[in-house]
């Protein structure tokens, strides 16, 4: 079943509650749907496989559930969004270190008259790029809770104009002949719906906490 729009990138402290009972499966259900996407690409950004940024996703919800008991939600402190990316990032960082004595093992065990073999450069998994990169992507999904709010609040021609416009970066006059409108129309459309926009990423950010 499609999430609501409002349940994509919720902090809500409802839903940390409800966690701290492990044997709430719907709930942990609800929470895996909602940050899997968001730990995942943070793993591949930081030069993770797709199957060890799986792993990391895992890991990371194992981290949440022998944690949450201790978590006090309290965003004036320590917000969800920092307290998720540090355990996300240590999982992380333990991958790199997994892999790097993987390759020193195999290191050594190679034909030592041959050249010696380069070590693959290995990402620094603390590094300020990584923080970077998680508010990207939970910008991004901000956005996108946003968007699918706004989308029901207005009309289908609003939205595609905005979808045209906005979005696509079409011409005015390109968007106008393809949907028979004239170049206020599509300035009003673009106007109504970032403004839209802007309020429900507000109504998001004070939601989440941040």
Not at 28 to 43: C, D, H, N, Q, V
Not at 58 to 80: H, L, M, N, W
Not at 140 to 156: D, F, T, Y
Not at 163 to 177: G, I, N
Request: net charge neutral.
């Amino acid at each position: 079943m499609q999430q609501k729009s409002e349940e994509i990138i919720p902090t809500r402290e409802s839903l940390l509650g409800r966690l701290k009972d492990w044997k709430d499966d719907e709930s942990w259900r609800e929470f895996f749907g909602i940050y899997r996407k968001l730990i995942f690409s943070l793993a591949i950004k930081s030069g993770l496989s797709a199957q060890e940024a799986e792993e990391v996703v895992q890991e990371t919800i194992i981290s949440v559930a022998k944690t949450i008991q201790d978590f006090d939600y309290d965003p004036g402190r320590c917000s969800f969004k920092s307290w998720l990316r540090l355990l996300a990032q240590r999982r992380i960082a333990d991958f790199f270190r997994k892999r790097s004595r993987e390759q020193m093992v195999g290191f050594s065990q190679a034909d030592q008259t041959d050249r010696t073999p380069a070590i693959e450069r290995i990402p620094d998994p603390n590094a300020a790029s990584l923080e970077a990169a998680w508010e990207e992507e939970w910008q991004a999904e901000l956005l996108s809770a946003a968007m699918a709010r706004v989308k029901n609040q207005v009309s289908a021609e609003q939205y595609q104009m905005f979808d045209f416009y906005a979005l696509k970066k079409m011409p005015v006059e390109k968007v106008a002949k393809a949907l028979g409108a004239n170049t206020a129309q599509i300035y009003l459309a673009r106007h109504r719906i970032t403004k839209l926009l802007k309020k429900e990423i507000a109504r998001l950010e004070e939601k989440m906490g941040d």
